[in-house]
T-cell receptor, first 113, second 110 residues
Framework: KAGVTQTPRYLIKTRGQQVTLSCSPI?????VSWYQQTPGQGLQFLFE???????NKGNFPGRFSGRQFSNSRSEMNVSTLELGDSALYLC????????????FGQGTRLTVV | TQLLEQSPQFLSIQEGENLTVYCNSS?????LQWYRQEPGEGPVLLVT?????EVKKLKRLTFQFGDARKDSSLHITAAQPGDTGLYLC??????????FGQGTRLTINP
């Protein structure tokens, strides 16, 4: 059974640009959650999608958005990038949602210069 | 305010020693998960504990859920360099999002 796949693995962007990250969950998993991980803040919850609907949202500005497709694949978009957006972005899939076991992808390392 | 406090934040010990890391909260969780994360990779689920007082063993790793389901511990016996990594605990409460601790960064020196 394939695991969670995130693409790309590494990304370098310039301030002001936008970026789209992709996550393919484990087959059969309908929930995809996104997290931002930085050395200072740890793992911060961004949002969760379940059956194409955003079900939970963390405390991030509106520049961070996401969506989920009918095949459960999810994308996360960050517009008007800032230096502070540099982080490891992780997605996690689970069968039903936040209160069940989460399986993480390898992450996308975003560097904003 | 961090709902889940992990301690210690950093731990560096010699191969063969035993260690315990803690995950504490004032909140009750329906379940608690432990993950290990290596540099540049995503966290990998180690175990889920559900019942108060539950003890689970994974080879040299022993996980315990507190009786009141507010805290958990991870004990490693005879630590090996391969145990090096960031250990994260995460609590679940109903349909709410998983709450993660800040992690314990463990280094096992050969």
């Amino acid at each position: 059974k394939a695991g969670v796949t995130q693409t790309p693995r590494y990304l370098i962007k310039t301030r002001g640009q936008q970026v789209t990250l992709s996550c393919s969950p484990i087959s059969g998993h309908r929930s995809v959650s996104w997290y931002q991980q930085t050395p200072g803040q740890g793992l911060q919850f961004l949002f969760e999608y379940f059956s194409e609907t955003q079900r939970n949202k963390g405390n991030f500005p509106g520049r961070f958005s996401g969506r989920q497709f009918s095949n459960s694949r999810s994308e996360m978009n960050v517009s008007t990038l800032e230096l502070g957006d540099s982080a490891l972005y992780l997605c996690a899939s689970s069968v039903q949602g936040q209160n069940t076991e989460a399986f993480f992808g390898q992450g996308t390392r975003l560097t904003v210069v | 305010t961090q709902l889940l406090e992990q301690s210690p934040q950093f731990l560096s010990i010699q191969e063969g020693e035993n260690l315990t890391v803690y995950c504490n909260s004032s909140s009750v969780f329906s379940s608690l998960q432990w993950y290990r994360q290596e540099p540049g990779e995503g966290p990998v689920l180690l175990v889920t504990v559900v019942t108060g007082g539950e003890v689970k063993k994974l080879k040299r790793l022993t996980f315990q859920f507190g009786d009141a389901r507010k805290d958990s511990s991870l004990h490693i016996t005879a630590a090996q360099p391969g145990d090096t990594g960031l250990y994260l605990c995460a609590g679940a409460r109903g349909a709410q999002k998983l709450v993660f601790g800040q992690g314990t960064r463990l280094t096992i020196n050969p």
